[in-house]
């Protein structure tokens, strides 16, 4: 039988996570965790709903609400003692530090701000730090990277500098073991993301150690593992060592050397 609380809660309190359908997301990640003392930090609580309902879904845990707006808890009927609310932009870093700086990690966040790309792209580099492992990261109402009014690009969904697209580049530090460019330089993310799931308009990334060795690259090099992998099959090593690390390694250069002209022209960085 499907716990149906969380969805309840948010009808209950009006939240807009009830309109949009989110609660069976969060149903899907967060029911296990009901019990448990756990730091949430909900970036946006705009009318306080979702606050509220988080506060009684996690009984045990802490709700840190953010929003750019001065909040009126007597105003807004939040009386749960274990919400904390707080003045400040998800885009001003000096804020952000002066929040993790008191509440040190949390287990979840939402981002539920602006829903601008530049200010859901800034929090995230800045917060995903500070999220535990095994942490959930939900980015709602992505639909916003299409909509040229919210800074958004319908017309180049594919190359656009939206929040979208960066959530979906993030794929490639959940694969970056298996990446065969000699020249790939590692970013933050790469080995520290398990999961990156996209539904309509909400994004859901878990933290989580991702080292595991490929079964096909070495150090971003196809062409050494599979020199590595033969020469221990034969002894013939001066044939493999010539086909993979001289033939192949000159392939790859050609084919980054191609790849690097062809962003240049199309100025895609």
């Known amino acids: 039988m499907s716990d149906t609380l969380l969805r309840n809660l948010f009808k209950k309190y009006k939240s807009d996570k009830y309109n949009h359908k989110y609660f069976k997301i969060y149903e899907t990640y967060l029911n296990n965790f009901k019990r448990r003392k756990i730091k949430l930090l909900e970036i946006g609580v705009a009318d306080g709903s979702s606050v509220k309902a988080w506060s009684k879904f996690f009984k045990k845990g802490k709700i840190v609400g953010i929003d750019i707006k001065e909040i009126d808890k007597k105003k807004l009927q939040i009386k749960s003692?274990?919400?904390?609310?707080?003045?400040?932009?998800?885009?001003?870093?000096?804020?952000?530090?002066?929040?993790?700086?008191?509440y040190k990690s949390f287990d979840f966040i939402i981002d539920d701000g602006s829903h601008?790309?530049?200010?859901?792209?800034?929090?995230?580099?800045?917060l995903f730090p500070y999220l535990k492992k095994g942490g959930i990261y939900f980015i709602e109402d992505t639909?916003?990277?299409?909509?040229?009014?919210?800074?958004?690009?319908?017309?180049?969904l594919k190359y656009a500098n939206?929040?979208?697209?960066f959530f979906k580049n993030l794929s490639d530090s959940l694969n970056y073991k298996e990446i065969p460019n000699p020249f790939y330089i590692k970013n933050?993310?790469?080995g520290f993301i398990s999961n990156v799931s996209f539904y309509r308009n909400i994004v859901v990334i878990t933290k989580n150690i991702n080292?595991?060795?490929?079964?096909?690259?070495?150090?971003?090099?196809?062409?050494k593992k599979r020199y590595l992998t033969k020469t221990k099959r034969n002894k013939n090593k001066m044939k493999y060592f010539f086909k993979y690390l001289v033939l192949f390694r000159i392939f790859t250069l050609i084919l980054f050397i191609y790849s690097l002209i062809k962003r240049l022209i199309l100025l895609r960085f």
Not at 213 to 221: A, G, I, K, T, W
């Open 81 to 102: 003692k274990n919400i904390d609310l707080l003045k400040g932009s998800q885009s001003n870093l000096i804020f952000l530090d002066e929040l993790v700086n008191k």
């Open 116 to 126: 601008f790309p530049k200010d859901v792209i800034k929090s995230f580099k800045f």
């Open 143 to 156: 639909q916003t990277s299409y909509n040229h009014f919210f800074g958004g690009n319908p017309f180049d």
């Open 162 to 165: 939206t929040h979208l697209n």
């Open 188 to 190: 933050s993310f790469d």
């Open 211 to 223: 080292n595991m060795e490929s079964n096909l690259v070495l150090n971003n090099s196809y062409e």
